[in-house]
C-alpha cells in the first residue's frame, strides 16, 4: 500500500507557465483533496471530489483546476503560475461519506516556487 | 461560520514534562475533530480524533486530547513529552451536520512544538 503519493516533490516554474501536479491514492478511497500550506496560514482548502467525476472548489480555488476522471487521481492543473502560488501543495484523501467521521490520510508534498 | 483557533504559535516544553498543545474551535453543529502533526518535509500525520462519547480520546505515540463542549476545546497532551515529538501540529475541525460544508476539514494555524533534552 503506497498511500497518497504526489509528484514532482520539488518545482520551479515562471510566472506563466503551467503544470499539472499529480496525486494518486490506492486505498479506494472516494474523497480526495488539494491543499496549501503557507507559512502562518495553516492549510487551506483548494478544490476537492466526493467522487469520480464530482469536483468542487474549497476556500481559494482561484488560478486551479481540477478533475477526476478515475477514483484513483486527482490532478491539481494551475492554469498561468503566479508568484502567490508559491507554496507547498499536499494532496489528501479519505473514506467515502460526507457525514463520517474518517480522518484523511496525506501525501507528502510538493514545493512549488514560482519566479 | 466554522473556524479553529490555536492561540499559540509555538510551545516550549522539557523532555519528561507533561505537554498541552490548546486547540479551540466554532462549528455551527457538533463536530467531528482531530490532531495531526507534521515532520519537518513530511505531509501530515492523522494522530487521534472525537467522535462521540467520552471526551477522553486516545491516539498514537501515547497522546491524547481533551473534548470540552462547553469550552469548545479540544487540547492535545501527552504526560511525558520526548524531543522526537518536537514537530508542527495542527487541530482540525470537520462539520457533521452542515450541509453546505459536509466533508470539509478546517485547520487550525498550527503550533510548533519544541521539546528540549
Known amino acids: 500500500n503506497a498511500g497518497v503519493t504526489q509528484t514532482p516533490k520539488f518545482q520551479v516554474l515562471k510566472t506563466g507557465q503551467s503544470m499539472t501536479l499529480q496525486c494518486a491514492q490506492d486505498m479506494n478511497h472516494e474523497y480526495m483533496s488539494w491543499y496549501r500550506q503557507d507559512p502562518g496560514m495553516g492549510l487551506r482548502l483548494i478544490h476537492y471530489s466526493v467522487g469520480a467525476g464530482i469536483t468542487d472548489q474549497g476556500e481559494v480555488p482561484n488560478g486551479y483546476n481540477v478533475s477526476r476522471s478515475t477514483t484513483e487521481d486527482f490532478p491539481l492543473r494551475l492554469l498561468s503560475a503566479a508568484p502567490s502560488q508559491t507554496s507547498v501543495y499536499f494532496c489528501?484523501?479519505?473514506?467515502?461519506?460526507?457525514?463520517?467521521?474518517?480522518?484523511?490520510?496525506f501525501g507528502p508534498g510538493t514545493r512549488l516556487t514560482v519566479t | 461560520a466554522q473556524s479553529v483557533a490555536q492561540p499559540e504559535d509555538q510551545v516550549n516544553v522539557a523532555e519528561g514534562n507533561p505537554l498541552t498543545v490548546k486547540c479551540t474551535y466554532s462549528?455551527?453543529?457538533?463536530?467531528?475533530l482531530f490532531w495531526y502533526v507534521q515532520y519537518p518535509n513530511r505531509g501530515l500525520q492523522f494522530l487521534l480524533k472525537?467522535?462521540?462519547?467520552?471526551?477522553l480520546v486516545k491516539g498514537s505515540y501515547g497522546f491524547e486530547a481533551e473534548f470540552n463542549k462547553s469550552q469548545t476545546s479540544f487540547h492535545l497532551k501527552k504526560p511525558s513529552a520526548l524531543v522526537s515529538d518536537s514537530a508542527l501540529y495542527f487541530c482540525?475541525?470537520?462539520?457533521?451536520?452542515?450541509?453546505?460544508?459536509?466533508?470539509?476539514?478546517?485547520f487550525g494555524r498550527g503550533t510548533q512544538l519544541t521539546v528540549w533534552p
Open positions: 482540525a475541525v470537520r462539520d457533521r451536520d452542515r450541509g453546505s460544508t459536509l466533508g470539509r476539514l478546517y
Open positions: 462549528v455551527s453543529g457538533n463536530p467531528y
Open positions: 472525537y467522535i462521540t462519547g467520552d471526551n
Open positions: 489528501a484523501s479519505s473514506r467515502s461519506g460526507l457525514r463520517g467521521p474518517y480522518e484523511q490520510y
